[in-house]
């Protein structure tokens, strides 16, 4: 059976989750969050973020350097897409609508989750993940979202920065641009410095154990 083939629609919504589009927009939104006041839910928020991250890249480290996975939920490693955009979208459009006086606007909040879930759902039509690794993913993102809002407190916001990390957005249209991060790449390598490994594990091998465990020196990852 032939799939079709994904839209366009679909890659550039998949790249609202790109490292090279929630890294850059992370700067403008922490440099805005500092400058209004937000220090100690900046602190929080990065805090949240640096130990999501860390979570993220064990469980694809873990896979593809070892093939710890499971295979009953199929599951290779927690989506970075999704978590990242779960966990910068509701921070930033919390923000984004909320009053001079108010911490966050709650409907910013849920209205940047729709957009991590759908992120999460353009990974599941382009193949990139299961629904186990994408579930994960925006729960995962959704609980550093919401600790950063919890975090914060209501003062005046500088709104400049929330346009420049608006005008990031624009880079979703161009792939080149948007993916000049290349994170599975280096992730692969990372967990094949680590495992000592020739070759990665992939989706494959978790549902063929047994040719799992051969790994052939001659086999080498480019």
């Not at 366009?8 to 500092?34: C, E, F, K, N, R």
């Not at 500088?158 to 990031?168: D, E, H, Q, S, V």
């Not at 967990?191 to 020196?217: F, K, W």
Request: aromatic share 10%; glycine share 10%.
């Amino acid at each position: 059976m032939i799939l079709p083939q994904p839209s366009a629609t679909w890659l550039v919504i998949t790249h609202l989750g790109s490292a090279g589009i929630m890294l850059p927009m992370l700067v403008m939104i922490s440099a805005g969050l500092w400058l209004a006041g937000q220090q100690s839910a900046l602190l929080t928020w990065m805090l949240a973020m640096t130990a999501g991250v860390a979570v993220v890249l064990a469980s694809k480290i873990a896979f593809i350097g070892w093939g710890w996975g499971s295979a009953s939920l199929n599951f290779t490693g927690i989506s970075g897409h999704t978590m990242l955009a779960s966990s910068v979208f509701p921070v930033w459009m919390g923000w984004l609508l909320a009053g001079p006086t108010r911490r966050f606007s709650l409907y910013g909040v849920m209205l940047g989750l729709a957009i991590g879930a759908v992120v999460g759902w353009s990974r599941l039509v382009l193949g990139a993940h299961s629904p186990s690794e994408v579930i994960v993913g925006w729960l995962l993102g959704m609980g550093i979202s919401l600790v950063a809002c919890k975090a914060m407190r209501g003062q005046v916001s500088f709104r400049g920065w929330n346009t420049l990390a608006a005008a990031l957005l624009l880079l979703t249209f161009s792939p080149s641009l948007s993916g000049y991060l290349p994170t599975h790449q280096w992730e692969v390598r990372l967990a094949l410095a680590l495992s000592g490994h020739a070759r990665p594990y992939v989706r494959q091998d978790l549902h063929r154990p047994a040719l799992a465990d051969i790994r052939s020196p001659n086999l080498t990852w480019h």
